[in-house]
């Protein structure tokens, strides 16, 4: 078992050395209070390039053998949709604290297992649900908490691109046995966690979802996915999502709507509508942080769950959750009809 001084920094070891891991690396260095001890990557120039370039002092090819480091305290798993409940699991019971790149895993079944493994080994498991960190959304939780909006009854979640289907290394993003889906897992999770968290993360009871594969010579996956969910408390949730659809341009937001106002979200802007006598007031609050900020939040959110001074943002209860919502859209789409999640 590894522990953590209060006072010491963070010792992190780094599973994965493309795109997320190092930008989860630059968001613990710049957070403070961590030291990268260890990278771990198949591609030997990849990871000795990323050893250089963030100070990580030991290099393995196995991320088993990181694993069995003593030094480690913590690891980001930043693999494959496919590898992330094995290297997940693997890291809690050698001790470790796990932040995970999204999604939680390719099926809910995984996911339960995850979070278990994470409460009978006593350690940390958070996700990296990094739009929660956004500027747009550190803005707006305040006000939501101030209850400035009043009830928030519905949101619309929206990531649809006119055209941008993700390959990965050896195509494992347009394979769904690798992937665990196509454009609903891929980028559909990013717009729907974030509504659902800045609507309280309320309970779903029912799905209906429907799923797309029009462009099969790009991808085996869904191209498109459209849902709507409902939740215990009455309100809703529409989501849409995609990898190509016939549009002039990509969107990105979520839109929330209150008895007292609304507010529309996208990575960098954050617009609060105001519901007035006669029309709506509009006012765009001024942002702290920028691009990448989100990963230095992130970053900071988990070291204070480590040392045990709050849960994380992101916990690991609502990553069975949201693989729950995640499987009942393809449930649905399947079953062509509504799916019922279990209380």
């Known amino acids: 078992m590894t522990s953590l001084s209060q006072a010491g920094p963070l010792r992190l070891g780094i599973i994965g050395a493309g795109w997320p891991g190092e930008r989860h690396a630059e968001g613990f260095l710049a957070a403070g209070e961590a030291q990268i001890i260890a990278i771990s990557d198949l591609v030997a120039e990849r990871r000795q390039s990323f050893a250089r370039v963030y100070g990580a002092a030991r290099s393995y090819e196995a991320y088993q053998d990181l694993l069995a480091d003593p030094e480690i305290d913590a690891v980001v798993v930043a693999l494959p949709n ?38 009978r080994e006593r350690r940390v498991l958070a996700y990296a649900n990094r739009r929660r960190f956004s500027p747009s959304a550190q803005a707006l939780l305040p006000r939501l908490a101030a209850n400035e909006l009043g009830e928030i009854y519905h949101a619309r979640a929206v990531w649809t691109r006119a055209w941008g289907v993700p390959k990965g290394v050896g195509g494992w993003f347009t394979d769904p046995a690798r992937a665990g889906g196509g454009a609903l897992i891929d980028i559909g999770i990013h717009v729907l966690d974030l509504a659902w968290f800045l609507m309280g993360r309320p309970d779903p009871v029912t799905v209906s979802g429907q799923v797309f594969n029009k462009f099969p010579g790009e991808t085996l996956t869904d191209d498109s996915a459209f849902a709507l969910i409902r939740f215990a408390n009455g309100s809703s949730l529409h989501l849409e999502t995609s990898w190509a659809l016939a549009q002039e341009a990509e969107e990105m937001h979520v839109n929330l709507y209150g008895t007292a106002g609304g507010a529309k979200l996208n990575d960098l802007n954050l617009y609060l509508y105001g519901i007035g006598e006669t029309a709506l007031v509009r006012t765009t609050p001024k942002l702290s942080g920028g691009r990448g900020s989100d990963f230095i939040t992130q970053a900071r959110d988990f070291i204070r769950a480590v040392r045990g001074e709050a849960p994380p943002r992101t916990t690991a209860d609502d990553g069975v959750r949201l693989m729950a919502m995640l499987e009942a859209i393809y449930g649905s789409a399947r079953q062509g009809a509504e799916v019922r999640l279990a209380p």
């Open 82 to 119: 496919f590898l992330h409940r094995e290297a997940v699991v693997a890291a809690l019971r050698q001790g470790k604290h796990v932040l995970c790149e999204k999604p939680p895993a390719i099926s809910l079944a995984e996911a339960e297992e995850m979070a278990e493994t994470a409460a």
